[in-house]
């Protein structure tokens, strides 16, 4: 606070009237000022600024690029996915057409196996009647014979007895039979 | 000491402008006066913080560079781009030191033992307008030629004839006289007006605790009022800076720009 009580008191200068020294030193002063930090500080905040923009821009052109190739890879991953399952479903759809074919196909081979199994006791049955019928045949003859022989050899008497002869005869007949 | 029970004794002398000239340090030069010596020193500080702190310019900054490029991009991008445009970048040197120039001689007012605001002493923010003042024109006439920016002030387009009457003289005076003259004084008056009402305060203070018992209270309040006071004076000091580099910033925008 000497300022206070060292006044230039001769002066008495108004402080809104500037002094031209002041005016020159400030000139001057600025002048030396702008030099420097056009120079040597400005420039180079500059070039930093101006790195750290590429920096950071080649890290997000970085960061973009791996992006894309993460981007390729999935569909690729997705294409591949679907191939196979394509393929998959393929393979089923053959699996489940050759097993409806076998099926199909034993289908038809037990129907023929019964068919001929019908047709072979079929045969069987036939031949077995046409030997009952023959053997039939033979045995009506022979049973017819027998019976004419009978009726001769008894003497048709009577009634009663011409019955009696049927009857046995029909008895031995039954018997025979069985 | 004895100056001042003298000075307590015979009632209390307000400070005046009177505070605000010094005489030399030594010989007989104003060369060698406290404002002119602390104007070298801004240079010296100014200088040396920035370009050590540009020095390196590495993409992950130490912290001397990371304050210093934090105060450059503060004025690249709020007093530069945002307001000039894309042609900015070639103003940036002179932005720069404008605003660290004055910055720095102002916040000469807060600092400890220096606690004087150098931009309170009219020569230094004239000095300062000078290169404003021609920095803006000079580029207006680069940019639009002399005789279609003297156009462009003085006849306005698209204002009726008879409105020149009143306008050329306004915009005459605004371009070549208003501008330049509030650019000066703002600044100047602001520290004027700051460091006297620091001086208020303190002188007043000194002048109570050195009288009476009861009055010594009053004076302590006055000191502390001092001291709220030079944070506000902080701010203010903060605030000129940025607002002579950003109407700096927008005259050459203006110059810059094709159309008012």
């Known amino acids: 606070m000497n300022s206070r009580y060292v006044v230039l008191a001769a002066e008495g200068h108004s402080p809104v009237i500037p002094q031209t020294a002041e005016i020159i030193v400030g000139l001057i002063a600025f002048s030396i000022l702008f030099i420097l930090l056009r120079k040597f500080a400005v420039p180079k905040f500059e070039a930093a600024y101006q790195a750290r923009t590429e920096a950071i821009q080649g890290g997000m052109e970085k960061a973009e690029k791996a992006q894309r190739e993460a981007e390729a890879a999935l569909a690729n991953y997705k294409a591949q996915l679907a191939e196979a399952r394509g393929e998959a479903q393929k393979l089923r759809d053959e699996a489940r057409a050759e097993g409806a074919a076998i099926i199909e196909q034993m289908r038809n081979t037990a129907q023929d196996e019964a068919n001929r199994i019908t047709a072979s006791a079929r045969a069987a049955i036939e031949a077995e009647r046409q030997q009952a019928l023959n053997s039939l045949t033979q045995e009506v003859g022979t049973i017819a014979t027998n019976l004419a022989s009978k009726i001769v050899g008894e003497a048709l008497d009577d009634q009663a007895r011409q019955s009696r002869v049927v009857e046995r005869f029909l008895a031995d007949l039954e018997a025979g039979k069985k | ?260």
Not at chain 2, 65 to 85: A, D, M, P, T
Not at chain 2, 99 to 118: A, R, V
Not at chain 2, 153 to 164: A, D, E, I, N
């Open chain 2, 1 to 260: 000491m004895s100056v001042l029970l003298e000075g307590a004794e015979g009632g209390f002398t307000p400070p005046s402008s009177a505070d605000f000239e010094f005489a030399p340090i030594w010989g007989n030069s104003i060369l060698a006066t406290k404002p002119v010596l602390m104007v070298g020193l801004s240079v010296i500080i100014v200088a040396t913080f920035f370009i050590i702190s540009a020095r390196k310019a590495a993409i992950v900054p130490s912290r001397i560079q990371f304050l210093g490029e934090g105060i450059y991009g503060f004025v690249r991008k709020s007093l530069g781009e945002e307001v000039i445009g894309p042609e900015f970048h070639r103003f940036m040197p002179f932005l720069f030191t404008v605003f660290t120039f004055i910055l720095t001689n102002n916040w000469f007012g807060f600092i400890p033992f220096l606690q004087f605001p150098t931009m309170s002493h009219i020569g230094f923010p004239l000095s300062i307008t000078i290169f404003t003042y021609l920095v803006y024109h000079y580029t207006a006439v680069k940019h639009q030629g002399f005789i279609p920016y003297m156009k462009h002030v003085l006849f306005m387009p698209g204002v009726p004839k008879p409105v020149y009457v009143i306008l050329t003289p306004i915009e005459f005076a605004t371009y070549f006289i208003v501008r330049p003259l509030t650019l000066t004084m703002r600044l100047f008056a602001n520290m004027f007006a700051g460091h006297l009402l620091l001086l208020v305060f303190i002188l007043g203070g000194e002048h109570l605790i050195m009288s009476g018992a009861l009055l010594k209270v009053f004076g302590v309040g006055s000191f502390a009022m001092s001291i709220v006071l030079s944070f506000f004076e902080f701010g203010v000091q903060a605030l000129q800076a940025y607002i002579f580099t950003l109407l700096t910033s927008l005259y050459i925008a203006g110059s810059v720009a094709d159309e008012h």
